[in-house]
């Protein structure tokens, strides 16, 4: 169920095929402490399969990633955006020193990781909301959409529930921004961004050896979106047996790619009829490739590119977005996601109320004393309250 944190384990690992008709809004905090060489705190934003905003530590300022975001929303907004996740920033490193003390950890690298955000359906209607934490690769506590209530898998969590838990107006103000305010919020982006975001550019595909004794390895990029299937046959029968899938990785260009390996003999092959078959929704028919010589391209890929600089380069890509180092790990294996179906014909709220990351500063202060000493740091972002720091 649990997966450990790993350093390659980059952003869009674990990112989930959805259909042309559905959309989704999400935000990945990472706050990473320790000896290391990359920002220690970072923000991304995804409006589907695009990272629409960006956020580190070294830089303090928040950033478009997307022309339709650089087009639509000025200044201002991107000032409110540098602000709140400075304020998320210095809660992370609070809460970082609190669970080592749970865990009883006085030293090493630690990860806290955050995630939360909302689908939308919009042929049907139907919506999503899920809010997880994650603490060093592993489940920490999630939202409960439907029954307003925390739920953790460890004793660690525990305080954190009972503490979270109490609090039932947070937990309706949470409901409503997950159920209704991130909706109108994606919505409002998918019309930014829709030509792009709708797109789709089918995958080129090659079958790629560096000798005769490595894995036969089917490698498809430049496609968009990510959804994609890629499966091994023998003889025209579905083959498990020896296949290992490979991690989905961003290209510079906004598309994707993905490798699976094959690891079988030469005279196999020679033998037998191997076949690779991709699978993509840009496609009219599926493309196969045959194993055999004439198709597997040996040590050197086009323009003289080693085999190791194809996934390099998209590595490479990935460098910035330390804010998703192994949060598809542990997203794809230990989320706990929690729907709720709604009806999501409301009108959307004027500008100033749909901002995320921020609210107007005298809107905050009117409601400062009503705000409990435990609500979370990004109430303000998305429904009004004070902004206050978020303890675990």
């Known amino acids: 169920m649990m997966a450990k944190l790993t350093v390659l384990g980059l952003m869009l690992l674990g990112i989930h095929a959805t ?29 589907d399969d695009s990272q629409f905003m960006y956020y580190d530590s070294r830089n303090k300022m928040a950033i478009p990633k997307t022309e339709w975001m650089k087009e639509n929303e000025g200044a201002d907004y991107w000032h409110k955006e540098t602000q709140t996740d400075i304020g998320h920033q210095q809660s992370f490193k609070s809460n970082v020193e609190i669970l080592m003390q ?13 995630m939360y955000g909302c689908e939308w359906d919009d042929e049907t209607g139907t919506t999503e909301g899920y809010d997880s934490y994650g603490y060093d690769g592993e489940d920490f506590i999630s939202f409960e959409l439907e029954n307003m209530r925390w739920i953790t898998p460890l004793p660690q969590g525990f305080v954190t529930k009972n503490k979270w838990d109490s609090d039932r107006a947070w937990n309706e103000q949470l409901k409503s921004y997950l159920s209704q305010i991130c909706i109108d919020w994606l919505k409002k982006y998918v019309g930014y961004g829709r030509s792009t975001l709708e797109r789709k550019v089918p995958p080129e595909v090659s079958l790629l050896q560096r000798d005769p004794s490595s894995p036969v390895t089917c490698h498809a990029t430049g496609f968009f979106p990510s959804g994609i299937v890629v ?31 094959l690891r079988v003999k030469p005279e196999d092959w020679k033998k037998d009829t191997y076949t690779c078959t991709v699978q993509h929704s840009s496609l009219e028919r ?66 100033d109320t749909l901002l995320p990351h921020a609210q107007e500063r005298d809107e ?15 109430l303000d972002v998305r429904t009004g309250t004070k902004q206050v720091d978020l303890k675990f």
């Open 19 to 47: 259909s042309a008709a559905t959309h989704s809004l999400q935000y990945f905090y990472t706050g990473v402490w320790g000896e290391i060489n990359f920002p220690e705190f970072a923000v991304v934003g995804q409006v």
């Open 286 to 351: 599926n493309i196969v490739k045959r194993v055999c010589v004439e198709e597997i391209r040996t040590n050197q890929v086009p323009d003289g590119l080693p085999l190791v600089a194809i996934i390099g380069g998209a590595v490479a890509v990935l460098l910035p977005l330390v804010a998703a180092i192994g949060f598809f790990i542990w997203r794809k294996k230990g989320r706990v996601s929690n729907a709720a179906s709604q009806n999501s014909g409301t009108p959307a709220p004027e500008p």
């Open 102 to 114: 749970r865990f009883n950890q006085t030293s090493g690298v630690h990860t806290l990781q955050w």
């Open 364 to 378: 905050r202060e009117e409601q400062e004393d009503q705000t409990p000493a435990c609500a979370p740091a990004y």
């Open 231 to 261: 499966y091994w046959q023998k003889n025209g029968r579905d083959l498990h047996e020896g296949v290992e899938l490979g991690e989905m990785l961003p290209n510079e260009d906004g598309t994707f790619q993905i490798t699976s390996h």
